[in-house]
């Protein structure tokens, strides 16, 4: 936690901190003799009892001074903290006295119209459910508007700009499944943005939110717009002085960075999760690095030059599946006077290098396969008849053949086992029990692959 004095400089400075109407970008300055570094972690859910717990378990792990060296130490949250406008506030709090600065960018949870401050009314729609949210940063210190982190000669100059957005169903390119390969769902009932967000401001005869699973571009558009003043402001500076580009938002902007229908049990997922638009704006803005939420599957790769990354927390559930390397690893070490290495990241590992992807294959994978069936027993016959029921898969639960190292690399205690792999690059909840790295499998293409690219 920051001590006295470090507290006693930020609340001097809580007055610098803009509101989103501001179209400038705020400059930070390292303190000299401090190394900067930027923590991420994203879709923390703390609505969750224990990921508030896990949470606080990281924090604990946080110091400032280690070894001598002293630390400048940021916190980017590309949206999705919670819904309550008091947990907000209290959990922003705790961040913003465990972290020197913190930046964050809303995600669609913030934007339910539920979950008022208590003695207030309800949100009459979610753009004043965001400006409450919003206003909450402003008074608290954290930033929602670009930054430019001067951090002196060593570290260099790093712009923070956050990028809002919202999905649109037409984001979604990937061909659907065959219809008899698709579950009964009504995605008009199953996603809860369609009964928690309200945009009656913004609506007009084509504007369409939900209706039959569908959403326009309106709000992907009303969100964009308000990124472009930001947008000329960072490359106008970037042009003259130099500096590299760190953006952030919740949504996906790129096709390549979700999971195939083959591979997931709810096909209407694409339609939910990115903008076209955003990724117009990241091409042009070009950054280092773009940062994004909201899937909750963890990525890191490298597309066209821009590195994506993804950390995401989750719910429960996803913390015992899709999200447990950072479950157990916790937070990402995202910069410490220098960009982090690629972080292992299974599916970014399996399209990388192991197989390309294949939108439109109706080859569903064995764990979706075998779930519809159990799932959704009329939808047998379909899978049967397309030969997708016969083979027995290699593990317990029919996914590790898509693991990289097979049932080896996928057994009970791996991810565990290898929560400290990256320890260099993490702010671990405290009490993880680090393990020797490598681990004694000479073929673990984790170990391989961290290896190599701490080499890089």
Same mark, same amino acid.
């Given at each position: 936690? %920051?001590?006295?004095?470090?507290?006693?400089?930020?609340?001097?400075q809580l007055r610098q901190v803009p509101d989103v109407t501001c179209d400038e970008v705020t400059d930070v300055k390292v303190p000299l003799g401090h190394q900067l570094r930027i923590f991420l972690?994203?879709?923390?859910?703390?609505?969750?009892?224990?990921?508030?717990?896990?949470?606080?378990?990281?924090?604990?792990?946080?110091?400032?001074?280690?070894?001598?060296?002293?630390?400048?130490?940021? *916190?980017?949250?590309?949206?999705?903290?919670?819904?309550?406008?008091?947990?907000?506030?209290?959990?922003?709090?705790? *961040?913003?006295?465990?972290?020197? /600065?913190?930046?964050?960018?809303?995600?669609?949870?913030?934007?339910?119209?539920?979950?008022? /401050?208590?003695?207030?009314?309800?949100?009459?729609?979610?753009?004043?459910?965001?400006?409450?949210?919003?206003?909450?940063?402003?008074?608290?210190?954290?930033?929602?508007?670009?930054?430019?982190? %001067? &951090?002196?000669?060593?570290?260099?100059?790093?712009?923070?700009?956050?990028?809002?957005?919202?999905?649109?169903?037409?984001?979604?390119?990937?061909?659907?499944?065959? &219809?008899?390969?698709?579950?009964?769902?009504?995605?008009?009932?199953?996603?809860?943005?369609?009964?928690?967000?309200?945009?009656? =401001?913004?609506? #007009?005869?084509?504007?369409?939110?939900?209706?039959?699973?569908?959403?326009?571009?309106?709000?992907?558009?009303?969100?964009?717009?308000?990124?472009? &003043?930001?947008?000329?402001?960072?490359?106008?500076?970037?042009?003259?002085?130099?500096?590299?580009?760190? #953006?952030? #938002?919740?949504?996906? =902007?790129?096709?390549?960075?979700?999971?195939?229908?083959?591979?997931?049990?709810?096909?209407?997922? !694409?339609?939910?999760?990115?903008?076209?638009?955003?990724?117009?704006?990241?091409?042009?803005?070009?950054?280092?690095?773009?940062?994004?939420?909201?899937?909750?599957?963890?990525?890191?790769?490298?597309?066209?030059?821009?590195?994506?990354?993804?950390?995401?927390?989750?719910?429960?559930?996803?913390?015992?599946?899709?999200? /447990?390397?950072?479950?157990?690893?916790?937070? *990402?070490?995202?910069?410490?006077?220098?960009?982090? !290495?690629?972080?292992?990241?299974?599916?970014?590992?399996?399209?990388?290098?192991?197989?390309?992807?294949?939108?439109?294959?109706?080859?569903?994978?064995?764990?979706?396969?075998?779930?519809?069936?159990?799932?959704?027993?009329?939808?047998?016959?379909?899978?049967?008849?397309?030969?997708?029921?016969?083979?027995?898969?290699?593990?317990?639960?029919?996914?590790?053949?898509?693991?990289?190292?097979?049932?080896?690399?996928?057994?009970?205690?791996?991810? %565990?086992?290898?929560? #400290? &792999?990256?320890v260099r690059w993490r702010l671990p909840p405290k009490g993880l029990e680090l393990a020797a790295?490598?681990?004694?499998?000479?073929?673990?293409?984790?170990?391989?692959?961290?290896?190599?690219?701490?080499?890089?």
């Amino acid at each position: 936690m %920051l001590d006295f004095d470090e507290l006693e400089e930020i609340e001097s400075q809580l007055r610098q901190v803009p509101d989103v109407t501001c179209d400038e970008v705020t400059d930070v300055k390292v303190p000299l003799g401090h190394q900067l570094r930027i923590f991420l972690i994203s879709d923390l859910h703390v609505d969750y009892k224990q990921n508030k717990e896990w949470m606080n378990r990281c924090l604990q792990s946080l110091s400032h001074d280690v070894d001598g060296n002293k630390f400048f130490d940021c *916190l980017l949250l590309p949206g999705d903290l919670c819904t309550s406008e008091d947990l907000f506030e209290e959990v922003m709090t705790t *961040l913003t006295t465990a972290f020197h /600065k913190v930046f964050f960018c809303f995600g669609n949870h913030e934007a339910w119209t539920r979950g008022e /401050k208590k003695g207030t009314s309800p949100a009459k729609d979610s753009l004043e459910k965001l400006e409450r949210i919003h206003e909450i940063c402003r008074n608290l210190g954290v930033y929602t508007t670009p930054v430019r982190i %001067l &951090a002196g000669k060593k570290n260099g100059t790093i712009f923070l700009l956050p990028l809002w957005s919202w999905y649109h169903s037409s984001w979604d390119t990937e061909p659907d499944l065959p &219809a008899d390969l698709q579950p009964p769902m009504d995605p008009q009932q199953r996603v809860s943005d369609f009964r928690m967000c309200c945009w009656t =401001p913004l609506e #007009s005869s084509d504007f369409v939110f939900g209706r039959g699973g569908a959403t326009s571009l309106h709000l992907a558009q009303y969100f964009a717009q308000r990124n472009e &003043a930001w947008i000329q402001k960072v490359l106008e500076l970037q042009a003259l002085e130099g500096g590299e580009i760190l #953006s952030y #938002s919740h949504f996906c =902007p790129r096709q390549e960075l979700i999971l195939e229908k083959r591979f997931t049990y709810d096909q209407h997922v !694409p339609k939910i999760s990115g903008s076209q638009l955003l990724e117009e704006q990241i091409r042009r803005l070009h950054p280092t690095c773009h940062v994004f939420g909201h899937t909750h599957v963890g990525w890191d790769t490298s597309l066209d030059g821009i590195r994506y990354v993804h950390w995401p927390l989750g719910n429960i559930k996803e913390q015992h599946g899709q999200t /447990k390397m950072q479950h157990y690893s916790g937070f *990402l070490l995202l910069y410490d006077s220098g960009w982090s !290495p690629l972080q292992f990241t299974h599916w970014a590992y399996f399209h990388d290098f192991m197989e390309k992807r294949q939108e439109g294959s109706a080859d569903l994978a064995p764990w979706v396969s075998f779930g519809y069936a159990t799932m959704y027993p009329e939808m047998r016959q379909a899978l049967e008849s397309r030969h997708l029921l016969q083979a027995k898969v290699d593990g317990p639960d029919g996914m590790s053949p898509f693991f990289p190292g097979g049932a080896l690399n996928n057994n009970g205690g791996f991810w %565990l086992r290898h929560a #400290s &792999a990256n320890v260099r690059w993490r702010l671990p909840p405290k009490g993880l029990e680090l393990a020797a790295f490598p681990c004694e499998n000479p073929g673990c293409l984790l170990c391989n692959f961290t290896q190599d690219q701490e080499g890089k």
